[in-house]
């Protein structure tokens, strides 16, 4: 079975803060055999590692990848899920690799990349170094629209509505996933939506649980986009890849809505300060495990509450409560000498010095009877666990000098079987918590189901509501735009009426004059244009034996002379000058041309009718009939006398030929 991948990287050429790209030396440690590449970007580091998926990625120092924290973060985000970058030289203290090399009998040219490189890949094979680690072991999924809706009418609202459906589909999908895996592996998560209007236009997921273990992809699918992220941490940490000696601790928990732990060494060393609100009973068991083997659990309170019971018989450690509550003025004393951020912290730390404070004597009672060579702690354990000081020392120190060669392979065995119980303890209180936590999921999905119906039926009764409510909204828009456009419809017939009543008022002081016989009306006509006759047409009417007043003369011709003298008008008066071809075709028509100044017209105030005098107009139509008379004389002898001029010519000719 091949072995994990290893990659070891050193800067070959430039550096991560200078302007051009650096280039590195990569040896590939796979199945035994080392690969070497070199002059290799960090871009194609990136790709092999897609490629090859090695379990770490080794370096003396992290900044020859990137020049500060948010660039080496980038980078760590790029890098596949379950590889681990470790810095060979240590954490925040780092040593000189040329040191570390030597301490673990490797040496190396120190000038070549490629064999620094090489030892960086083989000293984390030995488990040197230390992991550099800027996620927390937390997941963010974000689904959300793929676009925005934007504004609109009915279309668009449709449009947002099956958005918003896609949105919480999705996020439905996910939430089954998360449901299935929490039963599964026992993570938990936290979840917050935004409804809208057919649906969600967000929902998040907080899942307890690191990137890796998460199969959620991120992408675009149709209309709906999904971001799944490990969570940044406020400063990069450095953890060590190999774990440290499992020694004897001491574990204060105080239990609740929100959960803290509290871990001291058998010295009083507070090793581990942690408390979380979404955090279960296997996750608090994996954390202790991971910080050594508990001796003491203890609380704060009496009787000693069920999940710390729990806790306990994982990994069958001695009961460590006090017989009686532990005073807020005793818990801020006990918790002073450490930092602390809350409440659940404080009673964690006070549960843990409380025990330890009990036994400081016996520990140091026992640490000077044992001789040398004996194991103090493990000494501390038995006795603790009910054994006698003397027996456990005669025990012990036999066991050293009947075995000293092979003290460390036991204790490592002892180590090993003390973890597969433990782990075996952990599993089987999982088992247990996954059924009930089973039964109580089931009761819950019969209750959601019952609630699901009644829902259900509320949401039955207010969709017809809103449709009946719609319906009645767009009823009331269309008889709006009706409402509107009779309106409208209205003040366009008050304007015409008023306009008819108007002209029928005019017409009616027209008549009254023609019928008086006194005066004659006189129809204006404000320009000469066609436009102009035809709407004094409409209004007042233009008939046979009409007297008309052009206003404005100038820009008519043959055509509208010939328009306003075909009803038969009687005369026509200018204002001004009237064109020469105007004039001539009214005279050919026989339709007497005469000048405002000819007659006396008089107006009313609004000077929309005028009038005239029977006798004056009449006499100044004589006039001009006796002066159209002698022109039309004057123009038959004019064409007499050419006529008789052209024969006379042609009988010369006649003559000359």
Same mark, same amino acid.
């Given at each position: 079975m091949p072995e994990n991948v290893i990659f070891g990287i050193d800067i070959a050429k430039g550096s991560s803060r200078a302007k051009e790209k650096p280039a590195y030396a990569v040896v590939v440690l796979k199945d035994g055999k080392a690969e070497h590449y070199h002059m290799v970007s960090l871009h194609k580091v990136l790709r092999m590692a897609w490629k090859e998926k090695p379990q770490f990625i080794a370096i003396d120092n992290v900044h020859e990848l990137a020049p500060d924290r948010k660039t080496l973060v980038l980078m760590l985000s790029k890098l596949p899920h379950e590889t681990k970058l470790v810095q060979v030289t240590g954490g925040e203290h780092p040593e000189p690799l040329v040191k570390l090399a030597k301490e673990h009998g490797i040496t190396f040219d120190r000038f070549?990349?490629?064999?620094?490189?090489? !030892?960086? /890949?083989?000293?984390?094979?030995?488990g040197t170094g230390h992991e550099v680690s800027a996620f927390e072991d937390k997941t963010m999924i974000k689904v959300s629209r793929g676009r925005s809706p934007g504004r609109g009418g009915w279309s668009q609202n449709r449009y947002r509505r099956k958005v918003h459906g896609f949105v919480r589909q999705r996020a439905r999908e996910i939430e089954d996933y998360l449901n299935e895996q929490s039963k599964l592996r026992g993570f938990t998560y936290t979840s917050k939506v935004a409804e809208r209007f057919g649906g969600y236009s967000k929902a998040e997921f907080l899942v307890n649980a690191p990137r890796s273990a998460v199969h959620v992809s991120s992408g675009r699918y149709g209309d709906v986009q999904v971001s799944a992220s490990s969570i940044e941490r406020d400063a990069l940490i450095f953890k060590p890849i190999t774990t440290r000696k499992r020694d004897y601790i001491i574990v204060g928990i105080d239990p609740g809505t929100t959960t803290a732990v509290a871990v001291l060494t058998l010295d009083g060393e507070l090793r581990k300060l942690h408390s979380s609100r979404t955090i279960s009973i296997p996750e608090v068991i994996e954390m202790i495990s991971e910080e050594g083997r508990p001796l003491i659990i203890a609380s704060d309170v009496f009787p000693t509450p069920n999940a710390v019971e729990k806790i306990r018989r994982a990994f069958n450690a001695v009961l460590g409560t006090?017989?009686?509550?532990?005073?807020?003025?005793?818990?801020?004393?006990?918790?002073?000498?450490?930092?602390?951020?809350? !409440?659940?912290? *404080?009673?964690?730390?006070? /549960? /843990?010095?409380?025990?330890?404070r009990r036994n400081r004597n016996k520990f140091d009672q026992i640490k000077r009877k044992i001789p040398a060579g004996v194991n103090a702690d493990e000494a501390i354990a038995q006795v603790v666990r009910g054994r006698s000081v003397d027996a456990v020392i005669s025990t012990l120190s036999k066991k050293e000098e009947k075995e000293p060669a092979s003290e460390t392979a036991r204790e490592r065995a002892g180590d090993e079987v003390f973890h597969l119980r433990e782990s075996l303890h952990r599993y089987e209180?999982?088992?247990?918590?996954?059924? *009930?936590?089973?039964?109580?999921? %089931?009761?819950?999905?019969?209750?959601?189901?019952?609630?699901? *119906?009644?829902?259900?039926?509320?949401?039955? *009764?207010?969709?017809?509501?809103?449709?009946?409510?719609? %319906?009645?909204?767009?009823?009331?828009r269309i008889r709006d735009k009706e409402i509107a456009f009779l309106r409208s419809k209205v003040s366009e017939s008050g304007k015409r009426i008023a306009s008819l009543n108007e002209r029928i008022h005019n017409l009616k002081n027209v008549r009254r004059l023609e019928m008086s016989g006194k005066l004659l009306p006189v129809k204006i006509i404000q320009a000469f244009t066609k436009d102009s006759i035809q709407k004094t047409q409409a209004q007042f009417g233009i008939k046979k034996d009409d007297i008309i007043l052009l206003k404005d003369a100038s820009g008519g011709g043959a055509m509208t002379a010939k328009m306003?003298?075909?009803?038969?008008?009687?005369?026509?008066?200018?204002?001004?000058?009237?064109?020469?071809? /105007?004039k001539e075709e009214l005279f050919r028509l026989n339709v007497p041309v005469l000048t405002a100044k000819e007659v006396k017209i008089k107006f009313d105030q609004d000077e929309e009718i005028a009038v005239i005098d029977p006798e004056d107009i009449s006499n100044s139509i004589d006039e001009w009939n006796m002066k159209a008379q002698e022109r039309r004389k004057q123009e038959k002898e004019e064409w007499l006398a050419s006529l008789v001029d052209e024969y006379r010519s042609e009988r010369r000719k006649e003559r000359r030929g």
């Open positions: 070549d990349p490629g064999a620094e490189a090489l !030892a960086c /890949a083989q000293l984390v094979q030995m006090p017989e009686e509550m532990i005073t807020t003025e005793d818990k801020i004393e006990f918790a002073k000498p450490y930092e602390y951020s809350n !409440a659940h912290e *404080r009673d964690a730390i006070a /549960a /843990a010095v409380s025990v330890y209180e999982s088992v247990r918590d996954m059924k *009930r936590y089973q039964e109580e999921l %089931k009761k819950e999905l019969d209750i959601r189901d019952d609630e699901i *119906r009644e829902l259900e039926k509320i949401i039955s *009764r207010q969709r017809d509501m809103v449709y009946k409510e719609f %319906k009645r909204e767009k009823e009331f306003i003298a075909d009803p038969g008008v009687r005369a026509i008066i200018i204002c001004d000058d009237m064109s020469h071809a /105007a």
